[in-house]
């Protein structure tokens, strides 16, 4: 059964880091697509960071151009858990923080549709 419980979120100052954490079920650890999106008042979502996992287990992180530098994506199987490290906190950043995934290989890996399973999403607030 495919499940994503993500946890982690809270309000920081501007300059701040929060760690986010994405809790899965029902995926193998290769040929598979894992990421992050958020989606601000009144906005739409937008993708965040993700990683993309070949069948051979090997992964590469993608990430949105507004937090390149800052957020670092990373995934450990063994915890069947995916993580998000926010670093470097701006007011623009405040928004709601969703995991995704898909079980299989996803072409678009910054791309909303790729995905099929989501979380409920964890709220990140940052204060300036």
């Known amino acids: 059964q495919v499940q994503l419980v993500e946890s982690g979120g809270g309000s920081v100052q501007s300059g701040g880091a929060l760690k986010l954490s994405c809790a899965y079920s029902?995926?193998?650890?290769?040929?598979?697509?894992m990421g992050w999106f958020r989606q601000a008042p009144g906005k739409v979502r937008v993708a965040v960071a993700s990683?993309?996992?070949?069948?051979?287990?090997?992964?590469?992180?993608y990430y949105a151009v507004s937090v390149k530098g800052r957020f670092t994506i990373s995934r450990e199987h063994t915890e069947n858990t995916l993580y998000l490290q926010l670093n470097s906190l701006k007011s623009e950043d405040t928004a709601m923080y969703y995991c995704?995934?898909?079980?299989?290989?996803?072409?678009?890996?910054?791309?909303?549709?790729?995905?099929?399973?989501w979380g409920q999403g964890t709220q990140v607030t940052v204060s300036s």
């Open positions: 995704a995934a898909v079980r299989r290989y996803c072409w678009a890996p910054l791309h909303d549709a790729s995905f099929d399973d």
């Open positions: 990683i993309r996992t070949s069948l051979g287990g090997d992964g590469i992180a």
């Open positions: 029902g995926y193998t650890a290769s040929n598979t697509c």
